[in-house]
């Protein structure tokens, strides 16, 4: 992306007020625009500067520009306010209210982060809290009101220094993404994609292909609610013991519906069917399936070795094999899929980065598309299908597996790990004297040869030296030599330090929760120190932070908070509650927030607030390592009294008193 200024911009509206901020990204430089009892502004240096620069904002092609080029028209305060509810109230579409209100918007170079951000869907509240932006604030008065001259200043302070700082902390942090976005443009007849997301992006590319070959633009398909199905499984699904044999009739001949929302209905006969195979339990559902293994842990050991299979690409490839096409599209659709598939395939081979992470994002995200009413992907039949020939070849393999001697001890709809005696491994393929991800020839290869060449999917293999389980999906393993892999809850994806760091995704997709006990569970698993060293010795307060959302609104102490909370747990602390009261009247407590103090706003220095109450997340490090099984059935985490106000030393005493 070639370099030009970029302007972060935001909109408030009130009835007797409209403002509009701009930040320039380079330098941080503002500017304010105000229409109100005490100013107003040339709409014509505004038009100006939206024309020769580079606009970015946050959903800002739905409300912001519609807003913001009615109040360049000439529109007075009070017809701005009637816009806005028309949008925010009414659901209005840009070209709705264009049309109603008379106004147009023009072509400008611009950038909407709301869908091109990997947490599609969320605010940019909840985003500000995961990039650990300074400030976090809710509006500063009540929608629609009359605003003060000193409600105003508050308006502009909010704006300036709030929103539009975290819009380009979000620019910033995926500023990949969006350089991938305009290559891929570049490919594709010069699309502009910098405001799309990955799935939209990957359903442009797809339809603009199709409609190429058939000479002619395709439309949605039309499903009516009530529509109903049957899984068809492939030829080549079987199972051999009776009781798989059992679970598989089920699947096969329970109907599936389609409801007025366009999704499929989860048949009560899926929510019912937990089946025990082996060493584990299965839970089978229409989005797949997983093993039900909890607070566990196993490890590698003279007798066993712990071998992690994942499938490649296996929606993909389930869609290739199975000759699967959504009905708006058509036939056509599955060569232009091949031809994207091989082109990414080359691309990786060629060692073409752009295309190879371009293309991938763009075939899993067109994926999420065949369950979306708004899409000419949309198949809900075609959605369902893949998931249900996933997770039922999952079990062809864990069956297979498990019938030769080889245990199974977690399993979900994209993998498995195995507990394989070693007389049934022989390690892996060497290339350049390094292992790779494919397995030497032994009895578990000889499973998985077989099962890959009958269902055509590609398996890629890791080994493991102890796997401790929260949940099937909450877990940390060990892989030889102590490299360490987490995932769920107990990951830490902010700091660069962690081995989980992914600043760009999964930083953006879930809210930090205490990281510093995550990572203080990992360094006693894999150098045994003791929990309180890690936490005591962390000096950053951004780990210790819990960011959350409170539907409707919080407030702490009377306070009112807002609708996403950032907070810490202290020795003088309290309570958050939800405005919103239950059906008894009282006001909901937010969870696990006793004895906090919110910290909306983050000291420069980043440091630790002197009333932080170490001792407890000393004890939540502590149920981590009991939750994921670290300490077995036998042991309790340890326990201490808890010390009130106290500096440091007398904290990791009292810990070792009682350790």
Sequence with gaps: ???????????????????????????????????????????????????????????????????????????????????????????????????????????????????????????????????????????????????????????????????????????????????????????????????????????????????????????????????????????????????????????????????????????????????????????????????????????SDDEYVLIDADVASQYPSIIMSRGLYPEALGKDFLPVYKKILDKRLAAKKSGDKVTDKGLKISINGAYGKLGSVYSV???????????????????????????????VVSGNTDGVVFKCPRSMFNGFVMKDGKPTDQLAPSKLREITDWWQELTSFKLEF???????????????????????????????????????????RDALRKNPQMTVCADAALAKILHGTPVAHTIMNCCDIREFLTVVKATGGAT??????????????????DAIYKVKANASGTNPKVPKTDGCVPMMTLPDDYAVPYDLDYARYIAEAEQILTDIGFYGDKREPIKFPRVVKANAPDILQAYLVAA
């Design 556 to 573: 702490w102490r009377e306070e009112y908070l807002g609708k996403v909370v950032r907070y810490y747990w202290s020795t003088d602390g």
């Design 377 to 407: 992907l949309y198949a809900p039949h075609l959605l369902t299908t893949v998931t249900i020939t996933g997770q039922l070849s999952i079990l062809m393999l864990i069956e297979k597996a498990e019938l030769a001697g080889i245990p």
């Design 1 to 299: 992306m070639k370099t030009v200024d970029e302007i972060g911009f935001d909109c408030e509206v009130a009835g007797n007020f409209f403002g509009l901020g701009l930040i320039r990204a380079s330098d941080g430089k503002q500017l304010w625009f105000e229409r109100s009892p005490r100013a107003d502004f040339d709409p014509e240096v505004v038009r100006r500067i939206f024309k020769r620069r580079r606009m970015i904002g946050f959903n800002s092609i739905n409300y912001d520009l519609p807003i913001i080029y009615y109040a360049l028209s000439g529109a007075s305060n009070r017809d701005i306010q009637r816009l806005s509810d028309r949008i925010i109230e009414g659901g209005a579409k840009p070209w709705e209210v264009t049309n109603e209100f008379d106004f147009r918007i023009p072509d400008i170079d611009h950038i909407d982060l709301f869908e091109p951000n990997p947490s599609v869907k969320d605010g940019l509240k909840m985003l500000a809290g995961r990039l650990h932006v300074k400030r976090m604030q809710d509006l500063p008065f009540e929608p629609g009101a009359d605003l003060t001259f000193e409600e105003m200043d508050a308006a502009k302070d909010y704006c300036l220094n709030g929103d539009i700082v975290a819009t380009l902390a979000l620019r910033a942090r995926i500023s990949e993404a969006l350089d991938l976005r305009v290559a891929m443009g570049k490919q594709y007849g010069g699309a502009d994609f910098r405001s799309k997301s990955d799935a939209q992006m990957g359903e442009a590319i797809i339809k603009s292909e199709v409609e190429k070959v058939l000479g002619r633009r395709v439309k949605k398909a039309n499903v009516r609610a009530g529509t109903s199905f049957y899984f068809e499984p492939p030829e080549w699904m079987e199972f051999e013991t009776e009781q798989l044999r059992d679970v598989f009739n089920t699947v096969c001949n329970t109907k599936l519906t389609i409801d007025k929302t366009g999704k499929v209905v989860p048949p009560k006969q899926f929510e019912e069917m937990n089946t025990s195979f082996g060493s584990s339990t299965y839970s089978i559902g229409i989005g797949g399936i997983h093993s039900t293994e909890a607070n566990r842990s196993v490890k």
């Design 462 to 504: 890791a080994e493991y030296d102890a796997i401790y389980n929260q949940s099937v999906n909450t877990y940390i393993a060990i892989k030889p030599g102590g490299k360490p892999k987490r995932k769920g809850a107990i990951a830490n994806h902010w700091n660069p330090e962690s081995p989980d760091y992914d600043p760009i």
